[in-house]
């Protein structure tokens, strides 16, 4: 199955994105495949790199960037709801694009299953 | 073959303006439509509060998207569903709503639901 995932949930304000990345680790550990992520409303908030934690607690950004360059995977912000938020360019963690909705759309359509978390 | 557009279900659960979630919602159906997916809505919970008639954000600072609602038809959008148990417990009748919309109970909903490729959780 080749599924995509909608994150609307912040970094660390909600737990919705980390359920999205324990979700997204075990599509490659039952050898499924991601089209593509997709951060949108406050989920834009994964993208910052600006966001430092302490050292004995998650980063989640930096999780995402790693699991992004092992398997190879597409994570996209859309490009208004970031502009709102203040993730651009210049605060963009690496391993994240900024893209539009009709990315999403597209990476829906080429899926198998498409997922939400909130 | 592949990359069909798909059937997309938009299950909108959320009030109008407390928070972006349902306005950003919408700017994904608008953008589905223009992708030639079938789309369908699904109005319950709080998210019936988006169909009221005559809202008015001025005193927000937002800008009122809900009115873009009564323009659906022009994208094409034609399938609005309402849950009938969440209209009634809101003190809501079909006459307060923007547009003509179908009533489902609990059996119809999971119908609605079984006949869609995506399901759009918000």
């Known amino acids: 199955m080749n599924f995509t995932i909608l994150i609307t949930a912040p970094v660390f304000d909600s737990q919705g994105a980390y359920s999205a990345y324990q979700f997204a680790k075990n599509v490659f550990a039952k050898s499924h495949s991601i089209e593509q992520i997709f951060f949108y409303n406050a989920g834009v908030y994964n993208a910052n790199r600006f966001i430092a934690p302490p050292s004995d607690e998650l980063n989640l950004v930096q999780l995402w960037q790693m699991l992004a360059k092992q398997y190879s995977i597409k994570l996209h912000l859309c490009v208004a709801a970031a502009q709102r938020r203040g993730v651009i360019e210049k605060n963009l963690a690496d391993g994240f694009s900024i893209t539009g909705l009709g990315q999403l759309i597209e990476a829906i359509n080429a899926s198998d299953r498409f997922i939400v978390f909130n | ?122």
């Open chain 2, 1 to 122: 073959m592949e990359n069909l557009p798909k059937s997309m279900l938009f299950v909108l659960r959320q009030g109008p303006h407390q928070t972006p979630q349902a306005r950003e919602a919408f700017d994904i159906l608008l953008m589905a439509s223009s992708f030639a997916n079938k789309i369908s809505l699904l109005f319950l919970s709080d998210g019936l509060f988006q169909l009221i008639k005559q809202q008015d954000t001025t005193l927000l600072a937002i800008q009122n998207f809900t009115s873009a609602y009564k323009a659906l038809t022009l994208y094409d959008i034609n399938n609005v569903y309402v849950a009938k148990d969440d209209l009634l417990a809101r003190g809501l009748t079909e006459a307060d709503l923007i547009l003509a919309t179908t009533l489902l109970d609990d059996i119809e909903i999971s119908a609605l639901i079984a006949q869609h490729d995506i399901i759009l959780n918000y």
